[in-house]
């Protein structure tokens, strides 16, 4: 019996997936289909995908074309399947050619014809609508967001703004976006949501002019740094319909959420202490470090420390204490202590001190180890006192990872029910709360 393997995505699944599955048939007596699960195409960029992995199994079984149907997880399991399936040939469509050469050492390798015309990228466009993004600030974030979000397919960045006219001129033209919008209002006019990446004292501004013209935002962090005013422009999108979101890039990270959900799924019993830290050793003339400019290491790196902690411990601590450095009015360096009823928290941040920016959480059965740097990790471990129990967990990000932040706002905009756990609107103003607590009430801080 000639028995022939073949893997894919089969997202929307359609003519060119069904034409080669009969070809691939029609090489052997047996076909294997090899479906990836989400988790895999996530891993391997293939942020699009639109039927989950069970209705994608159920789409293969209904050609009746497959003689068994397999799940393909990790990079390296088509040599372990061929092997373990007794595998004649690896067929595949030709947009793959000589990709596959390799596994000409254990079986045939096939390149079949690919049917032109039809694929599932130019089916989920069709599908789903595209949301026009247009940007407010032209710094090296925003430049780092544009290159990301080419990876989402219903996504444009359609035009930019920045008070500068030339600066705006030339980000454009530098990233290919074809509109300059020379006003607020000409921006708003053109898109369906704001990302705003403009100076942090600029936020609450620009947000509510956004959200009162009727667009969804994505602010930059630190989004803004009075609980009255972040609670007034949530209500405000609210009562409009609209999504604000604050891009705080860790906490939709693979694996910071892999990190999150393991940990409530009790790996190191009940966590007790929670330590994270963030410096970043900056030039003294830095915006960042300008107390007329909102500077200094809390309202800058704050947020990241926090998101962990209060997603770990909850948002109701029994008190709050900072140690700090000062320097020209703006915390060069700070170090917080919350104190719950039955754990603890700290976190260091500095903008003109350095520390290991590593985050170690420890629980009654094990801890967690996170290295440097942690709020954009691909990996962490869980270590025990029987050091044979420790084991490493990997969840590479593609690119910059700032893709997955762009995934999940447009995900919410296209899903208006949509409840998004990664980030709670209670997170980001617990999260505030504290940056303010910091700002307005001199009787918690320390000054070292
Ligand atoms: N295909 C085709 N014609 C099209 C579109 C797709 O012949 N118009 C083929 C592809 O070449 C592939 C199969 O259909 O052999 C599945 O395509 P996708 O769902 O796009 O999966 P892909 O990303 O190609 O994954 O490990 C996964 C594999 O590497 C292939």
């Not at 941040?349 to 920016?357: A, D, F, Q, T």
């Not at 990790?377 to 893709?403: C, H, V």
Request: net charge neutral.
């Amino acid at each position: 019996m000639k028995k022939v393997i073949t893997y894919g995505t089969y997202d929307l699944f359609h003519q060119g997936h069904l034409n080669l599955l009969k070809r691939a048939k029609e090489l052997g007596d047996y076909l294997i289909v090899g479906v990836t699960t989400d988790n895999f195409d996530l891993g391997r960029g293939k942020l699009n995908v639109c039927n989950n992995v069970i209705e994608r199994i159920e789409a293969i079984k209904q050609t009746g074309l497959a003689d068994q149907i397999i799940i393909e997880e990790y990079i390296g399991q088509k040599i372990d399947d061929i092997l373990k399936y007794n595998v004649d040939i690896f067929a595949i469509g030709s947009d793959w050619e000589g990709k596959f050469d390799y596994l000409k050492e254990y079986c045939e390798v096939v390149y079949l014809p690919r049917t032109e015309g039809i694929s599932s990228t130019t089916l989920r466009e069709k599908q789903r609508d595209i949301i026009r993004i247009g940007i407010i600030g032209t710094g090296n974030i925003a430049k780092r967001f544009v290159n990301e979000a080419k990876f989402i397919t219903n996504v444009r960045i359609h035009t930019a703004y920045n008070p500068n006219l030339e600066d705006c001129k030339s980000f454009c033209n530098e990233l290919k976006i074809t509109e300059v919008s020379s006003s607020l209002s000409e921006l708003v006019s053109k898109v369906d949501a704001i990302y705003i990446a403009s100076p942090p004292l600029t936020h609450y501004f620009y947000t509510k002019y956004a959200i009162e013209s009727g667009k969804h935002v994505l602010c930059e962090t630190p989004f803004v740094l009075s609980e009255k005013e972040a609670i007034e422009l949530y209500d405000l999108a609210n009562n409009k319909n609209l999504r604000l979101m604050m891009a705080l890039k860790t906490a939709f990270y693979p694996a910071f959420n892999h990190l999150i959900s393991l940990l409530k799924s009790d790996i190191i019993g009940d966590i007790v202490s929670v330590d994270a830290s963030i410096t970043t050793l900056t030039d003294e003339k830095s915006p960042k470090l300008d107390f007329e400019q909102a500077g200094g290491s809390m309202n800058e790196n704050a947020c990241f420390s926090l998101l962990p902690i209060f997603k770990l411990l909850g948002v109701n601590y029994v008190d709050i204490n900072f140690y700090s450095r000062f320097k020209n009015n703006v915390d060069i360096y700070t170090k917080c202590i919350i104190r719950y009823p039955q754990s603890i928290a700290s976190f260091q941040v500095g903008l003109g001190v350095k520390s290991e920016g590593s985050m170690v959480i420890a629980g009654t059965k094990g801890y967690i180890y996170i290295p440097a740097p942690w709020w954009k990790t691909e990996f962490f471990e869980a270590r025990y006192e029987d050091l044979n129990k420790n084991r490493k967990y990997f969840y590479p990000y593609e690119g910059e990872g700032l893709r997955y932040e762009i995934k999940e706002f447009v995900s919410c905009i296209m899903n208006p029910n949509k409840i998004s756990f990664k980030l709670t609107k209670e997170e980001v103003l617990s999260i505030i709360r504290v940056q303010e607590l910091f700002i307005k009430d001199s009787k918690s801080i320390y000054r070292i």
